[in-house]
């Protein structure tokens, strides 16, 4: 009961409301809707699967309506990925892996928004061990489904004195950065920017790499 308790509240505080969310020993499910097409053009989302699958391939993980049309991008080394649904099916890239802790963009295809809705179980042990944050450019989240400043989800910010880590947010179509440096965010709260639960967004990372550990997440085993 706690660790359902747990669950509820900080997908609550990440905009998800108590209506979105069916937990049973930490497995349930996580709405984000996409905005429609305007004009025919794309209005882009970076976000997240903020749930563990049996194996977090797109068709298992990402559950859509029998009239909605999708598409997603993936960075990887070697250029950007696509996955593509039409009619509620997976038509391409219904095999990309989407683990928690990384992101993609999503776009609707068509004139009207597309609920997207995530099914699985929150990645407890994942978020403990952590995921691989490398220098240079990436797409990260937080394991956990969970809304908070990045200080307060336990993101491994460079310590060092030549370390940095610049965060860009995409907001309506524009970017929003924050950076921080030597162990320091330096924006005003001084906890680096707020996201939101499976909200993905791009790091710029000087220094070496780092796991990105959330050992909170063992209280939701208590």
Do not use: C
């Amino acid at each position: 009961m706690k660790a359902k308790a747990l669950l509820i509240l900080g997908l609550v505080a990440g905009g998800v409301s108590a209506a979105d969310v069916v937990s049973q020993n930490i497995v349930g499910y996580v709405n984000v809707t996409v905005a429609a097409q305007v004009n025919g053009v794309s209005k882009y989302s970076m976000i997240s699967n903020p749930l563990k699958a049996t194996s977090n391939k797109v068709s298992d993980v990402i559950k859509l309506g029998a009239s909605d049309d999708l598409q997603l991008f993936h960075f990887t080394p070697g250029g950007f990925v696509s996955s593509a649904a039409s009619g509620g099916e997976w038509l391409d890239g219904g095999d990309v892996v989407i683990n928690p802790g990384g992101g993609f963009f999503a776009a609707s295809a068509g004139a009207a928004a597309v609920k997207i809705t995530f099914v699985g179980e929150v990645d407890i042990a994942g978020a403990v061990a952590g995921h691989n944050v490398p220098a240079g450019l990436s797409i990260q989240s937080s394991t956990l489904p969970k809304a908070g400043r990045l200080a307060d989800l336990e993101y491994p910010l460079g310590a060092g004195d030549n370390d940095s880590d610049s965060v860009f947010q995409f907001v309506n179509g524009s970017y929003a950065g924050t950076d921080g440096s030597a162990g320091s965010w330096l924006d005003d709260s001084g906890k680096g920017p707020n996201v939101a639960v499976a909200e993905a967004f791009w790091v710029k990372r000087t220094g070496t790499a780092a796991l990105w550990k959330q050992p909170s997440a063992s209280a939701l085993l208590q």
